[in-house]
């Protein structure tokens, strides 16, 4: 099902020997278009500390008890790396991560471009050759294909002729954890409308400027189906999405 990203947070954590926090925000791939980690705020449990979750070990969710429950036990959560939300996540911690929890370095193959379809358990596919020393080089640099939902929402708009409201949430699949939509509010420029555009029609999100890119005009947009938050996101809006900009689908019938 297609849920919104900031539905999630403030839910809590429910390990599988009890609670062990709260969810803050989402570190997504610009390029896969998949959340990579949930990012755990640990509260009281463990003086404020902030882990990294991957939806490899993504259970159930209780939407109407606010729980996102994990596959996790307290204890590997209270032993995982930790992270300094305030500084971009670098690829030597998620190697550490990996190697920590024993599972395959997403970057390290395509058949791991989403976390979600790998099973817990499955060791660690250590890089080697130029891959290990591609590593090597840049084990203090950041990730650039990383990015937080929460310093991404709110971006301003840029379309190809000019800005139009702001980026006010994501839309992803809970099963496999694929970003497919951005929501984008208008009031701005015309009152009261909100639309999706897919993330194939992204072409760059600068931070410092705050701003999404896309590949669209303002007039495309502003004639496409209004986005409807009281009403579930079904096949027929999609569709009807999707011929309004005339791009292909991402699902096939």
């Known amino acids: 099902m297609l849920r919104r990203v900031e539905t999630l947070r403030k839910f809590s954590i429910g390990a599988k020997d009890g ?6 925000e989402f570190y997504f791939d610009d390029d896969k278009w998949t959340i990579r980690y949930l990012i755990a705020d640990t509260g009281g449990w463990l003086a404020g500390r902030k882990v990294l979750i991957s939806p490899i070990f993504f259970g159930a969710v209780d939407w109407d ?5 994990v596959n996790l036990t307290r204890q590997q959560v209270k032993n995982s790396p930790s992270i ?12 550490n991560f990996c190697d920590y929890y024993n599972f ?3 970057w390290s193959g395509a058949e791991l471009s989403n976390p979600a379809m790998v099973g817990p358990g499955v060791a660690a596919a250590a890089p080697t050759g130029p891959e290990a020393a591609a590593l090597g080089q840049q084990s203090d640099a950041e990730d650039v294909h990383l990015r937080s939902t929460k310093d991404i929402i709110g971006s301003y708009i840029e379309t190809t002729d000019g ?3 702001h980026l006010e949430d994501f839309i ?3 099963q496999n954890w694929m970003i497919r939509y951005l929501l984008i509010e208008t009031t701005n420029w015309w009152p009261g409308k909100k639309v999706l555009i897919a993330p194939e029609w992204v072409k760059d999100m600068v931070e410092i400027d705050s701003r999404v890119y896309v590949d669209l005009t303002q007039r495309q947009i502003k004639t496409s189906p209004e986005y409807d938050e009281t009403t579930a996101l079904d096949r027929d809006y999609e569709s009807r ?6 791009r292909s689908r991402y699902w096939s019938d």
């Open 241 to 246: 999405l999707y011929r309004h900009y005339g």
């Open 104 to 106: 395959p370095y997403y």
């Open 84 to 95: 300094d939300t305030d500084k971009p996540v670098s690829r030597q911690h998620e190697s």
């Open 163 to 165: 800005d139009l409201g």
């Open 65 to 69: 008890g606010n729980v996102f429950h």
């Open 172 to 174: 992803i699949d809970d």
């Open 19 to 24: 609670e062990i926090g709260t969810v803050i």
